[in-house]
């Protein structure tokens, strides 16, 4: 007779290298449901968390990362939790009743306080308090900052979004909005997401914007910005919807229902991306297209990060590196220098570079470093030359295709390079110029222009 094992404590790790204290194991989550009520003037949140998840294991004890929030309340599959420990970063769960390997199970958090950026290697990332609103950039591990989760990019979930604050504001989270409604003086708008997202991709912008919806199709596109910089956001982001265009013909069709650009009403120090959003600074808007590269660069991110999310942080240039690649498809589709002649700039400047670091695996105080993004890119580049613009963007259009809203790794690049080619040669490319530290030579002829 079999004899069921005796549950277990979940690991309070998902096992990345790179986050050690991001993520936990035993479990996976299917949908985050929160309900956020947020003041804007005192940066007050009140919240109530429902994960739905799976045990993959027998668990007597489980943990979420929420870090800098007060817990008030735990309740598993309904029953008051037996035991809760809030540490810095962890909430670590005993349940009244341990949990079923196989079974799902719903946990509930019900949480408060003034949420606030947490530390890491790579600066606060998180909540975080604008001037007059709120910036959410939960890159890698600011997630917790404002909801209960399993911060890893492995355990994507469905998401339902919804926050009420002041009646002024805007409010912009991922996804569609499913319902608005305003009552003395305050509004609660509805978000939801039904593709699989990433933690650290889900956000909430909250500003005094004004929204203008570029247009509707393919992708329905729309830009939030503040109303003083309307002239400068229009100049600037003109072309997104041919960019959308440009970038769809190379990777495939844009991976999610909509895509949202927030330009924000103070300085950012760089721009960054969220599940179907960009934001950016006022910083990055002048009027005269001077963020092209930075708008291309959060674009693309959709299909490279947000739809096909690394396995391991590790492989960061998976996102970064394609991010890159983008920028110099995007300047030679709109009149700029051709991508080889980017691939040729960029490669000269890496030279004068210090070559310490391997691509591949840069450490996590290195995982945004710019030889991280420039030598991602100069790999694929490398990659098309030696295959040629049909095989690299039939590759490229079945990785994005097969891989859509789930996590790789770069084997399942390299085997969308190899079915086709119809060779294995772009294996002992990608590892030259991502898996050593030396800086290859760059083949000199440019590849055939794309059709
Ligand atoms: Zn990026």
Redesign the pocket.
């Given at each position: 007779m079999l004899q069921t094992p005796p549950p277990v404590h979940g690991s309070a790790s998902a096992g990345d290298a790179y986050l050690p204290a991001s993520g936990n194991g035993g479990y996976r989550v299917d949908h985050y449901d929160l309900n956020l009520d947020y003041r804007v003037a005192t940066n007050r949140l009140t919240a109530t968390a429902t994960i739905r998840a799976r045990a993959l294991t027998g668990l007597d004890r489980f943990s979420l990362d929420l870090a800098g929030l007060t817990v008030e309340k735990v309740t598993v599959a309904g029953a008051p939790a037996a035991k809760i420990v809030h540490s810095a970063r962890k909430l670590v769960i005993t349940p009244a009743t341990p949990l079923v390997a196989g079974e799902p199970f719903e946990v509930t958090v019900r949480y408060r306080g003034a949420p606030h950026p947490v530390r890491s290697h790579w600066g606060e990332v998180g909540w975080e308090e604008l001037t007059d609103g709120v910036l959410v950039a939960g890159q890698p591990s600011g997630a917790p900052s404002w909801f209960p989760c399993n911060d890893h990019p492995r355990d994507k979930a469905s998401f339902r979004i919804q926050l009420t604050c002041e009646a002024p504001y805007t409010v912009v989270s991922n996804g569609p909005v499913l319902a608005k409604s305003t009552r003395s003086g305050r509004t609660t708008w509805t978000f939801g997401v039904v593709e699989p997202m990433a933690p650290y991709l889900a956000s909430v912008q909250i500003g005094r914007y004004r929204r203008h919806d570029i247009a509707a199709a393919p992708v329905a596109h729309s830009l939030f910005f503040p109303p003083a910089l309307a002239r400068q956001v229009a100049v600037d982001f003109a072309r997104l919807g041919e960019m959308i265009a440009v970038f769809s013909a190379a990777f495939g069709p844009y991976p999610f229902p909509a895509y949202a650009v927030v330009v924000t009403d103070d300085e950012l120090e760089i721009p960054l991306?969220a599940h179907g959003l960009g934001v950016f600074g006022r910083n990055h808007v002048d009027g005269l297209h001077g963020s092209d590269r930075l708008i291309a660069?959060?674009l693309a991110?959709q299909w490279f990060?947000n739809s096909l999310t690394l396995t391991r942080w590790a492989d960061i240039w998976l996102?970064?590196g394609f991010?890159?690649y983008a920028e110099w498809i995007w300047a030679e589709a709109s009149g700029g220098i051709t991508a080889h002649a980017s691939a040729v700039l960029h490669r000269a400047e890496l030279d004068a570079l210090p070559k310490n670091i391997v691509v591949g695996d840069p450490g996590p105080q290195d995982m945004f470093d710019d030889r991280v993004?420039k030598r991602g890119a100069l790999a694929l580049h490398a990659v098309r030359q030696a295959i040629g613009d049909e095989a690299f963007f039939t590759a490229l259009r079945a990785y994005a295709r097969t891989h859509r809203h789930g996590n790789v790794t770069p084997e399942h690049l390299l085997g969308c390079f190899s079915a086709a080619a119809g060779t294995a040669v772009a294996d002992k490319i990608v590892a030259r110029w991502v898996s050593a530290k030396a800086l290859p030579q760059l083949k000199p002829d440019p590849p055939a222009p794309a059709h």
């Open positions: 991306e660069h959060e991110h990060g996102h970064e991010a890159c993004y």
